[in-house]
Nanobody, 120 residues
Framework: QVQLVESGGGLVQAGGSLRLSCAAS????????MAWYRQAPGKPRELVAT???????NYADSVKGRFTVSRDNAENTANLQMNSLKPEDTAVYYC??????????????WGQGTQVTVSS
């Protein structure tokens, strides 16, 4: 079992910045992919950014050039730096850990979510 705890959400004006962190209960080196998702009211959960154990990153088109995902292996954290925030970035942000097990086994773990609100 992997526990994930997000922090860093809050209220910010449009154009501002926030940094989200996700602390894992195990060595982050054991996690194949760390990801950030978000869910706005009345909308499905969407993928925001991913980072693999090798450091490869991927972003949703809506956040490219504004958000940066990183991982700190020493601190067992994954981080999401969000710049130039827009009101449409308002959502609950969730951290996800994806682990490839033996054979075809795959495991997903989720944090409790952290609210990000961007005012216009």
């Amino acid at each position: 079992q992997v526990q994930l705890v997000e922090s860093g959400g809050g209220l910010v004006q449009a154009g501002g910045s926030l940094r989200l962190s996700c602390a894992a209960s195990i060595s982050i080196l054991r996690i194949d992919v760390m990801a950030w998702y978000r869910q706005a009211p009345g909308k499905p959960r969407e993928l925001v950014a991913t980072i693999t154990s090798g450091g490869s990153t991927n972003y949703a088109d809506s956040v490219k050039g504004r958000f940066t995902v990183s991982r700190d292996n020493a601190e067992n954290t994954a981080n999401l730096q969000m710049n130039s925030l827009k009101p449409e970035d308002t959502a609950v942000y969730y951290c996800n850990a994806h682990i490839l097990g033996g054979g075809r086994a795959e495991y997903d773990y989720w944090g409790q979510g952290t609210q990000v609100t961007v005012s216009s």
